[in-house]
């Protein structure tokens, strides 16, 4: 075993209580969700980054946001590197409570770890942060930063808040732990997360539904409309046929087919909608997913021709297209459609920028080499179609800092979901990892002169 598998092994008592004591804490900064939970969440982790040795922990307040927790270690000397480490202490909503397997917010034990909403996503990576901290005794061989937001889950005026403020997030690299492994045992790195952007199609074509028996047949039916123009964004394979929207051939590691029906929980028989393969489709190239639909239910639904029907789609496309232009493409596509001769209302909303790193850089290096010396293996790339929206804006306030992005979740950890878990074999090996990381990063950015 190296010296930092024995030391952090003798942290991971310390580490489970305090990621259990955490994950107690139903710390949701959703609106209608009290805030009481989420200042507890805020001042238990600044007191154990406190008690680890961090000199410097401050208390960073935005409109509108829950607090972030900002700390500072000095570089322990004149020309160390200053690695910033990010996680965030604020959950989902546990949803319908009755589809788990015990109370969302009772860290329960489950085989090789612990069952908790957010105890995944992302307080396991909060521990891990501290696990490092606490194996330098407080004393890393790189200056640290430290940024643990309260309200990644639902959105704040943080993600845009780094560019304006860039000297308190220099830094030479980042450590963004909001993400984990493909699958448990397989050291990942992402480097690549797809952007996103929504809007709203409607059609309006009658003044009030009709009888269907006396008009049906001529009187133009608005779900019939919106249906015919939904169709098109798809060709017969299910691949987005929507001209313009970037797609490449996936290089890095994937979800075998079995794995990925299991997580999906496709029905048996039913197949997967796209063709090539399935990094192609999740990660590098776009998804267009119809999120919400207006129309009369089955079980209330008159014989009526429909005078009014929208849907809102959900599109995520390639981490280097821009967002304005993806959305633009998907928007005009719609706007040309009259189906049966009826015009489409196509309003659009939110947009975010996807984001690839550079992985040629000595921190990349310094990463294959702790993620290796953590779990004996090579390090594999992935990237993913969610967003972190903040990732951009941390990038935008520290253009030059190398972006890595791995932690203690792993593909099937739930997230998200009901019954969401932690392995311990995965937090344990991810402080592994940060320790070995600014080993070697602080060792090679010295033998390479300080150079980025």
């Known amino acids: 075993m190296t010296s930092f598998e024995a030391t952090v092994d003798g942290l991971m008592g310390g580490l489970r209580a305090d990621l259990e004591r955490l994950a107690a804490i139903p710390s949701i900064a959703f609106p209608g969700f009290p805030a009481a939970p989420v ?26 946001t829950a607090p972030v927790v900002y700390g500072e270690i000095p570089a322990p000397v ?3 590197p200053t690695v910033l480490l990010y996680a965030h202490y604020d959950v989902q909503p546990p949803g319908d409570e009755a589809l788990w397997r015990s109370p969302p917010f009772e860290p329960t034990a489950v085989e090789g770890g612990l069952r908790a909403r957010g ?11 501290l696990g490092m901290l606490r194996a330098f005794a407080g004393r890393p061989p790189v200056g640290v930063k430290i940024v643990i937001e309260g309200q990644e889950e639902y959105g704040s005026a943080f993600d845009d808040y780094p560019p304006t ?46 009888h269907s028996g006396g008009f049906g047949g001529a009187a133009p039916d608005a779900l019939l409309v919106l ?12 691949d987005v046929a929507v001209a313009g929207l970037r797609r490449e051939e996936w290089s890095g590691t994937t979800y075998t087919e079995e794995e990925f029906r299991a997580l999906a929980g496709v029905c048996e028989g039913v197949p997967l909608i796209g063709s090539g393969s399935l990094g192609e489709r999740l990660w590098s190239g776009p998804a267009i997913t119809v999120t919400g639909l207006d129309a009369p239910s089955v079980d209330h639904g008159a014989s009526a021709v ?37 015009p489409l209302t196509v309003t659009p909303g939110d947009s975010g920028p996807g984001y690839e790193a550079a992985t040629g850089g000595p921190a990349y290096r310094a990463a294959r080499a702790a993620l290796k010396e953590a779990w004996g293996a090579d ?27 791995f932690g203690a979740q792993d593909g099937m950890c739930n997230l998200h979901a009901p019954n969401e878990r932690v392995l311990f074999s995965e937090l344990r090996n991810t402080v592994v990892a940060l320790c070995a990381f600014v080993r070697e990063y602080a060792a090679g950015f010295r033998t390479e002169g300080g150079a980025v």
Request: with cysteine.
């Open 39 to 64: 200042e507890q969440a805020h001042d238990l982790v600044a007191a154990l980054l406190r008690d680890a040795g961090v000199p410097s922990v401050e208390r960073l307040d935005l409109p509108d």
């Open 78 to 80: 004149t020309g160390a």
């Open 119 to 129: 105890i995944a996503d992302d307080k396991c990576n909060v521990i891990a942060h």
């Open 165 to 210: 403020d860039p000297r308190r997030f220099a830094c030479d690299a980042m450590v963004i732990a909001d993400l984990g492994n493909l699958r448990p045992g397989t050291p990942t790195l992402t480097t690549g997360l797809r952007g996103a952007c929504e809007l709203v199609v409607e059609v309006r074509t009658l003044d009030e539904p009709r």
């Open 227 to 238: 249906l015919k123009a939904l169709g098109t964004l798809h060709d017969v394979h299910g």
């Open 306 to 342: 429909v005078p009014y029907a929208r849907a809102k789609l959900n599109l995520r496309f390639h981490p280097r297209q821009d967002p304005k232009e993806a959305q633009a493409k998907l928007v005009a596509h719609l706007r040309s459609l009259k189906p049966f001769g009826v």
């Open 379 to 405: 390090a594999s790339y992935v990237a993913t179609g969610g967003s972190i929206p903040l990732v951009n804006g941390l990038a935008a306030a520290v253009p030059d800092a190398e972006v890595l992005l």
